[in-house]
């Protein structure tokens, strides 16, 4: 990988929206106009009746070429980062005791993403006896991707007050959360690369430390994931229970 290559050039990190108010409110509107521009990039878009044959003959041509030169594009830079199944299991799970339990991921968690991070960097050192700088710079590029966006795009809505209460000390987000909202950044990952610039190789090379990476949290699986969420409840009675001691 070329020193040039850096993580902000081809993962284009500027397509994320600052964590503010306003930006909060924007997100919904945004996500809304994705989906129509997906929709009618694919032709599920529904469309007029044309007033003749040959205007609608006219159109689907210039539609079709559209297509093509869109689907091309993303074709060219799409990641597919296939999920294991036992982690497929775990974002169902995850899923699950947010928005239907109405649990909560207990915070600050251990291990958390810097660790998990480092741990790997450990691991591919004493496999390889060394780590790429390849590696590194995708460990790098994870860890401040995660960061940003975690607030704008990893967290379900009851999750955002506990966000606001852990981020009061001024600390990243990576040394707060865990495995957890880490896995939820992979499943993002293809989507947003899709718009990024970068090289056959490089992506080739980035595509196979992702799978490298969720291998090795597959098989930490019952290290790093918590297998118990808690009540906001239990996690304020613990918060107040620790400021008395």
């Known amino acids: 990988m070329r020193e040039a290559d850096s993580w902000d050039e081809w993962v284009g990190v500027h397509r994320l929206m600052k964590d503010t108010e ?35 003959r006219g159109r689907k041509r210039k539609n079709d070429s559209l ?5 091309g594009l993303q074709m060219e830079n799409f990641v597919n980062i296939q999920i294991p199944p036992p982690l497929k299991k775990q974002l169902v799970d995850d899923c ?36 790429a700088d390849s590696t590194g710079e995708i460990v790098k590029g994870l860890r401040c991707y995660f960061d ?12 955002r007050e506990q966000y606001e209460d852990s981020m009061a000390a001024d600390v990243s987000p990576s040394s707060v959360y ?6 939820r950044l ?34 930490h ?8 969420y808690h009540s906001a409840e239990d996690i304020e009675t613990s918060a107040n229970k620790q400021e008395d001691d």
């Open 221 to 228: 699986q019952s290290t790093f994931f918590l297998s118990r």
């Open 186 to 219: 992979f499943v993002k990952l293809p989507e947003l690369l899709v718009h990024a610039k970068i090289e056959e190789e490089t992506l080739t090379l980035l595509q196979h430390k992702l799978v490298d990476l969720l291998k090795f949290l597959q098989k």
């Open 178 to 183: 865990g495995a957890e909202h880490l896995l």
């Open 67 to 71: 297509n093509k030169e869109t689907n």
């Open 148 to 159: 940003k966006a975690l607030p704008t795009m990893l967290l379900y809505k009851s999750e």
């Open 22 to 56: 306003a930006n909060r409110h924007r997100q919904p509107v945004f996500t809304k106009k994705r989906d129509e521009d997906k929709n009618l990039k694919s032709g599920h878009a529904l469309q007029m009746k044309p007033r003749s044959s040959n205007v609608g």
């Open 96 to 131: 699950e005791f947010i928005t239907h339990l109405g649990k909560l991921v207990k915070l600050p968690r251990t291990p958390n993403v810097d660790d998990i991070l480092e741990k790997y960097c450990d691991y591919m050192s004493k496999k390889d006896g060394l780590v």
